[in-house]
């Protein structure tokens, strides 16, 4: 069955892109042959006068280039090759010598928004599905298919490198405000208004740039405002890549190289660097990555298909304070659900309510909702201090004080004020759900929901599930963290689940280096060299060294010797320094802003700062979380590597170009991860000891990921 289907009509044809039995259309080398073969027929046609490109799937214009098929690629001559056919055929959009409208509803990605870019006019549908982009960056590579010439042409180069150089995607009716496209319509008239375009266009009307490109061209001409646009470009992709991923700055140099040099000579640097860029390790990681949140998004959650889930509509929210407030607000934005807060006293529900809603405040404010849905919304947000409206909640998350008591207390009653299949979750971060739900009559309705902090911004959810959890419950809970915009895994009730298991071990030892001397700066610099967003030490004052200390006291009481804490922690807290929120912990802060070290610490820690080496600090830190991730994998505390990886990269913001522990232990190899635990822990104590099962994984050679080998 053909992917393109063409009909001419008065002139005009209407090209359909539908690719047979697959979920959204992507560029695959038979679409290329197709493609090739319309545009010869058109261009062979003298009836036709102009042309609509439009996709006949229900949400997907153009995903983009076919990700399985450049990840094939073996070699840069076979990457220039791919590179050099899709630059020929996109460009024909611009040079068939008829002009070509495209209409655009659903993702409009990538390669396929380079083939928009290319044709003479873009009209897009507002609608939530309508997304545009090029998010080439995100997969280690760079647009390569003109959209390095020809976005920056369109609406200045600043704009565009704050789309190309971070990989975005913006809705639609951002896409027109910036634009990227020249009219936004309803869905139900997209075709006839493409169509009144094209014969436009055909009787010889040619649009003009809109204003905002007018004024960015301007700047972009004079060579001087081009030169501080890339080199604060430049600076900015420095910070944020730490020199760790290589596709942002060659992008950089495409765009720049064109605009200096023309669009033929922009997209042969295009090329060049897309052939690297290709077959290198950092993409491989990057699209393995895409491949498993995917994956993740069709995964139930439970082995067996559940026989009984079902959708949460009104969800209630025991505790309104910071997190309660957070998961509450962003259910209401996301999910659009029904949220129904209690907690013991009326000033601290209005507390709560006001947080949830400051939360779509700021979605309205940054034009990413607008006023309709605002007010669509606002209203299902309500509470109080009395179980009115719980006897209508589908699902219950609880998110009061770290303390077990508490929550069982919260528990037993709760269960008494809900309907029969109501779903009771706790936001706990540290208490065994199974201690929590023996409160209850009905534990297999009881599981944990950790979202992370701040809720609206963190993408990772861990739904905790004991041996009771029904598997009906699991599969419910799961489908409604994915609701509320979360990429979920689901995780075994074992101490610190799996995120706070496998950073325990890590943040103990950043706090045992500080202890024995080494520099608060080192640790952190060393860390963030590696690729985490911020360094072990920033973190715990992030946290807070309380809530901190009492996490690593599970930890320590679960797991024995190896998760030892330091008392460095205790000295810190007896001295009043929580971090952050106190203004005071290993840093000092102002209004809230970190400023630098405060060098009172080290009295409280009794010690004299001294400079360390990156790579002792990196190998202390980094083999510590390598060994319990294998660890609890081997305890099942994760359902596969790929959970297991994504649940660090997104939770703990493990560094993505490793491709998460498992992935990254798999590469340096058990044997020699084992060789340098074992030296760890003849240099540093038994904690450095490998896990049994990196013992067996080393003996036989052994992968975490089995089927791959590198
Ligand atoms: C590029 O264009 C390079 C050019 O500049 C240069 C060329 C020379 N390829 O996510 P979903 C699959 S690079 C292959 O569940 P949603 C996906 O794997 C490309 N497969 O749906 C899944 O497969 P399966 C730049 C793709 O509605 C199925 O489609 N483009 C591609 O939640 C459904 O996907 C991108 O990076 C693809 N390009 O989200 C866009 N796209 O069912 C990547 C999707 O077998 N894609 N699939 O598991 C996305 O961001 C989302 O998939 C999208 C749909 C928003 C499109």
Not at 56 to 74: N, R, T, W
Not at 400 to 415: N, P
């Amino acid at each position: 069955m053909p992917s393109l289907t063409t009909d001419i009509r008065d002139g005009i044809a209407h090209v359909r892109i539908d690719i047979p039995g697959e979920p959204v259309n992507k560029i695959t080398a038979g679409l290329r042959d197709e493609l090739g073969r319309m545009f010869d027929a058109i261009q062979a046609d003298s009836s036709v006068r102009a042309a609509v490109l439009i996709s006949a799937k229900p949400d997907s214009f153009i995903a983009g280039a076919d990700i399985d098929e450049f990840v094939q690629l073996k070699s840069g001559d076979a990457a220039i090759e791919l590179v050099r056919t899709g630059q020929a055929l996109v460009n024909r959009f611009a040079t068939v010598g008829k002009p070509f409208v495209a209409a655009i509803h659903g993702a409009c990605l990538g390669g396929g928004f380079e083939a928009a870019l290319a044709c003479s006019y873009r009209v897009a549908t507002d609608h939530p599905k309508t997304q545009l982009g090029l998010p080439e960056i995100q997969l280690g590579i760079i647009p390569a298919a003109g959209g390095c010439q020809r976005l920056p042409r369109l609406i200045g180069a600043r704009a565009a490198l704050d789309i190309i150089l971070a990989g975005k995607v913006v809705p639609a009716r951002r896409a027109h405000r910036l634009g990227m496209v020249n009219e936004l319509v309803h869905p139900a008239i997209l075709e006839q208004v493409a169509l009144a375009a094209a014969r436009k266009l055909a009787a010889g009307w040619r649009p003009g740039p809109s204003t905002r490109g007018v004024t960015a061209l301007l700047l972009d001409r004079n060579p001087l405002g081009r030169k501080v646009v890339f080199s604060a470009a430049a600076k900015q992709v420095q910070k944020r890549t730490g020199g760790n991923y290589p596709a942002p700055l060659a992008a950089l140099d495409a765009v720049e190289h064109g605009l200096k040099h023309g669009i033929a000579a922009g997209m042969d640097r295009e090329a060049k660097h897309f052939a690297e860029l290709a077959v290198d390790e950092v993409s491989r990681r990057l699209v393995e990555i895409f491949f498993a949140t995917t994956a993740l998004k069709k995964d139930s959650g439970v082995e067996a298909p559940a026989t009984e889930a079902f959708e949460v509509k009104n969800l209630g929210l025991i505790g309104s304070g910071f997190m309660g407030a957070a998961i509450g607000g962003t259910a209401v934005l996301n999910a659009g659900v029904d949220v129904r807060f209690r907690d013991t006293q009326l000033g601290q529900v209005k507390k709560g309510l006001d947080a949830a809603r400051k939360i779509l405040q700021a979605r309205l404010q940054r034009r990413r909702l607008t006023k309709f849905e605002y007010r669509r919304l606002e209203p299902l947000i309500s509470g109080g201090a009395d179980w009115a409206g719980f006897g209508r909640a589908d699902l219950v998350i609880e998110a009061v004080f770290e303390d077990l008591d508490v929550k069982r207390q919260v528990f037993s009653e709760l269960e008494t004020q809900v309907g029969d299949g109501c779903i009771l979750a706790s936001n706990t971060s540290t208490i065994p759900i199974a201690h929590i739900a023996e409160a209850t009559q009905h534990p297999e309705r009881v599981l944990g929901m950790h979202f992370f902090s701040p809720v609206e911004k963190m993408p990772l959810l861990e739904v905790i599930v004991t041996d009771a959890t029904d598997p009906g419950v699991t599969v419910a809970a799961v489908n409604f963290g994915r609701k509320m915009g979360k990429t979920v895994i689901v995780v075994r009730d074992r101490p610190g689940f799996w995120v706070n298991r496998i950073l325990a071990p890590y943040l103990n030892e950043a706090g045992r280096m500080v202890n024995e001397g080494v520099s608060i700066e080192d640790v952190d610099r060393a860390m963030k060299r590696f690729g985490f967003p911020v360094g072990p030490i920033t973190l715990l004052d992030e946290v807070g060294l309380d809530v901190a200390h009492k996490g690593s006291g599970v930890m320590h009481r679960e797991f024995g010797e190896r998760m030892t804490p330091t008392d460095g922690l205790v000295r810190m807290i007896d001295a009043g320094r929580l971090g952050r929120k106190s203004g005071r912990g290993f840093y000092r802060y102002e209004k809230g802003k970190k400023k630098t070290v405060d060098p009172a610490v080290y009295e409280i820690l009794n010690v004299q700062p001294r400079p360390v080496p990156n790579a002792d600090i990196e190998k202390r830190l980094v083999f510590a979380l390598l060994n319990e991730a294998v660890r609890a994998l081997d305890e099942g505390v994760v359902r596969s590597p790929r959970d297991g990886d994504i649940g660090a990269i997104f939770g703990i913001g493990y560094p993505p170009f490793r491709g998460g522990p498992l992935r990254q232990l798999d590469g340096l190899g058990a044997a020699h991860v084992v060789d340098t635990l074992d030296r760890l822990a003849k240099a540093y104590g038994d904690r450095f000891a490998p896990a049994e099962a990196l013992r067996r994984m080393a003996e036989s050679n052994l992968r975490c990921y089995p089927n791959q080998q590198e």
